[in-house]
């Protein structure tokens, strides 16, 4: 499993960004749960949102909840991340993650670092005040 994180960038407070996470491998994207998650400077990563495999249920930070969705296009084998509303304390490297083990109810979902297998290499959002 490979995953490519795009998609940052620098951005004023109050704007939007939108993030992508390409997946790779041999079994079916729609299987595998997917997390986004980020680090700032100084702290430790930190849980943003997640997806189950068939994109019916999401769970989201408090801290980003109904300023940030995921979603995902199976059919593209693609996840994303839209940021809205945008504050300099989201400023970060974003990661994005598929599970350990695949779900094959596509229902599950997950919101810790350890469920997570496969990680992507991580796309800086800075957000200027």
């Known amino acids: 499993v490979q995953l490519q994180a795009s998609g940052g960038g620098l951005v004023q407070a109050g704007g939007s960004l939108r993030l992508s996470c390409v997946f790779s491998?041999?079994?079916?994207?729609?299987?595998?749960?997917v997390g986004w998650f980020r680090r700032a400077p100084g702290k430790e990563r930190e849980f943003v949102a997640a997806?189950?495999?068939?994109?019916?249920?999401?769970y989201y930070s408090d801290t980003v909840k109904g300023r940030f969705t995921i979603s995902r296009d199976n059919a593209k084998t693609t996840a994303y991340l839209q940021m809205n509303i945008l504050k300099p304390e989201d400023t970060a490297v974003y990661y994005c993650a598929a599970a350990s083990q695949v779900d094959y109810s596509g229902s599950y979902y997950y919101i810790r670092p350890r469920e997570y297998g496969f990680w992507g290499q991580g796309t800086q959002v800075t957000v200027s005040s």
């Open positions: 491998g041999r079994t079916s994207f729609t299987y595998y749960p």
């Open positions: 997806i189950s495999g068939r994109g019916v249920k999401t």
